[in-house]
């Protein structure tokens, strides 16, 4: 059950999210005089602002007792004197949670890669997958949608059914999040025209923006969804947690000289078993603010996105409308069970052929907030 305690001064406001036994405390930080009109058990707030054009920023945490701890949860641009955000969603589809809309900066200067020279993007509201796709999940629509008019270029793998699957294509992972879709009752989103009238069930289409349906069905999430989920709002830092890493908090191969890896072991000792892949039960380490699991290790994740060599910003962002200047390549984030920590790194970006998969390529999905 959801509650709330309003603790309210200039700019500033105090709500509770009750989760899973914790609480999640959330206040408003604005720059002008504020008002909380209205605060709801769904998440959503209500305030009025004396200025527009200017910059709200909510900032959470699980712990007030000694005022310290507050991280920037999301960024609101206050486009009218009457403003309201919907923080958090009690009650998400199953195993998803709640990303909120609101402006992130996308990439960082930390580590001087010029493929992540910040840029400042506005994301809307999705769900996501707070684990990556398991195992037993993927074989769940997997054998339904071949079943169902699907075929697909890999069966995929997985070292147990709570395992993250993995050997999988970009084409696999797009097919499959249309076939969720449809077993669950929803709207497809990829289609293999522009008209948007054919459903990608089969081949290896490289599929344009304007062939998918944004708002209906599961589908992957684009690099800037995948990035601001990853950081929970915790921007400028190396990971979702912070600057530095260690194999307490995510699993990746250790070691290779880099100053802000605590860890020398090469393969996460309690994964290395002999037998690969070295990947670790979803869910594993902690999750960062927004709820998510492994956005760092484990297992790279394919997005949407054609890869470019550098940042889109600006509203929603979904990467070149067509065949991108690396050609067919899509983007993978979040480093994998055998990668080093620089890849691990929430601002690092990689890219890889959309028709290859191996023992460390899996996904997440994601439904627009909004869906119909």
């Known amino acids: 059950m959801n509650r709330f305690a309003t603790l309210l001064w200039v700019g500033f406001l105090t709500l509770s999210q009750a989760l899973a036994g914790e609480a999640r405390f959330f206040r408003l930080v ?7 009109i209205a605060v709801t058990p769904t998440g959503t707030v209500t305030w009025t602002n004396a200025q527009t054009g200017i910059t709200c920023t909510f900032q959470a945490t699980t712990d007030i007792s000694d005022g310290t701890g507050w991280n920037d949860y999301v960024q609101v641009p206050v486009s009218s004197s009457n403003m309201t955000l919907r923080l ?7 195993g998803m949670t709640f990303i909120p809309a609101g402006l992130f900066t996308m990439g960082d200067i930390l580590d001087g890669d010029s493929f992540a020279k910040p840029v400042t993007a506005y994301v809307s509201a999705v769900y996501m997958d707070v684990n990556l796709v398991s195992w037993s999940q993927w074989q769940s629509v997997y054998f339904w949608a071949t079943n169902h008019g699907y075929d697909f270029e890999h069966p995929g793998s997985g070292k147990a059914a709570n395992h993250p699957v993995q050997t ?17 009752g929803r709207v497809p989103a990829y289609y293999t025209d522009a008209g948007q009238t054919v459903v990608y069930r089969s081949g290896t289409n490289d599929l344009m923006n304007n062939w998918v349906k944004w708002n209906t069905g599961f589908r992957l999430p684009t690099e800037a969804e995948w990035e601001k989920a990853a950081r929970g709002g915790l921007g400028g830092h190396r990971f979702p947690w912070g600057d530095t890493i260690s194999e307490s908090q995510a699993n990746y191969y250790s070691g290779h000289g880099y100053v802000y890896d605590l860890s020398n072991t090469g393969y996460n000792p309690i994964y290395n078993d002999g037998v690969y892949p070295y990947t670790s039960p979803v869910g594993t380490f902690a999750a960062n603010l927004y709820g998510l699991y492994d956005m760092a290790g484990n297992a ?3 997005c949407w996105d054609w890869y470019k060599d550098s940042y889109q910003g600006g509203y929603d962002p979904r990467g070149p409308v067509s065949v991108g200047p690396y050609g067919y390549w899509r983007v993978i984030r979040g480093g994998g069970w055998y990668g080093y920590a620089y890849g691990c790194r929430v601002g690092c970006r990689a890219l890889h052929d959309p028709t290859y998969g191996d023992d460390s390529f899996g996904f997440r999905s994601v439904l627009a907030a909004d869906q119909p």
Request: net charge negative.
């Open 168 to 184: 999988l294509n970009w084409y696999d992972v797009v097919k499959w999040c249309n076939a969720r879709s449809e077993k669950d």
């Open 88 to 94: 958090f969603d009690p009650a998400p589809p199953a």
């Open 30 to 36: 604005s720059p002008a005089p504020t008002s909380i």
């Open 300 to 302: 790279f994740e394919w």
